[in-house]
């Protein structure tokens, strides 16, 4: 059963905590994830791997491969983290105090909302790719999601928007008459 009443507030301290936990545990996840990756296709699936696992502009037998799966989750966990650990910044005072926590990464409906939605997409598809390639194609979802919040938030309401102007005012007679209703029941 939810709480009644108004949702308590978070201090300064506690969202720096907070996103201080946070941004570690999407570390974690990321670290773990591409070493997973590079274990099971360096060690396990070394010679079978396509070009598409591993891209190099050496001949095939020289060492130094860059990983083109490797390199694209890497330059996506490396955005996103970062645009987290940016938005969660703590400021200080001279004394050294807490001055501001930064932005809470653990708000709902927040822009980090999205950002760690990414990071645990990229990392469950990078560790599932071990197993088959197909699986890159889920990372589809990302730009679909963010086509379908584009439509709902910002292009379906402004394409289904009232031409009308909507600050039209009530009539005087209207406004008098609302007025008097309002007066009686005080």
């Given amino acids: 059963m939810a709480p009644k009443g108004k949702a308590g507030t978070k201090g300064k301290k506690q969202i720096f905590e907070e996103n201080r936990e946070t941004l570690r545990f999407y570390l974690r996840i990321i670290l773990g994830a591409s070493a997973l990756y590079a274990v099971v296709n360096l060690v396990i699936f070394y010679p079978a791997t ?74 469950i598809v990078q560790v599932l790719s071990c197993f088959s390639l197909y699986v890159w194609y889920f990372w589809l979802l990302a730009p679909g999601r963010a086509l379908y919040l584009l439509w709902v938030n910002i292009l379906g309401p402004w394409f289904t928007a009232d031409s009308s102007p909507a600050g039209q005012e009530p009539n005087e007679k209207k406004q008098r008459r609302q007025e008097r209703r309002q007066m009686k029941r005080f």
């Fill in 50 to 123: 396509s070009a598409w696992t591993w891209v190099s502009a050496r001949p095939a037998a020289a060492a130094g491969r860059a990983p083109l799966a490797f390199v694209f989750s890497s330059v996506v966990y490396g955005t996103s983290y970062r645009s987290m650990n940016s938005m969660a910044k703590p400021s200080f005072a001279e004394d050294g105090s807490l001055a501001d926590g930064g932005i809470d990464l653990n708000m709902e409906q927040g822009m980090a909302e999205h950002l760690k939605d990414v990071i645990l997409l990229t990392a």
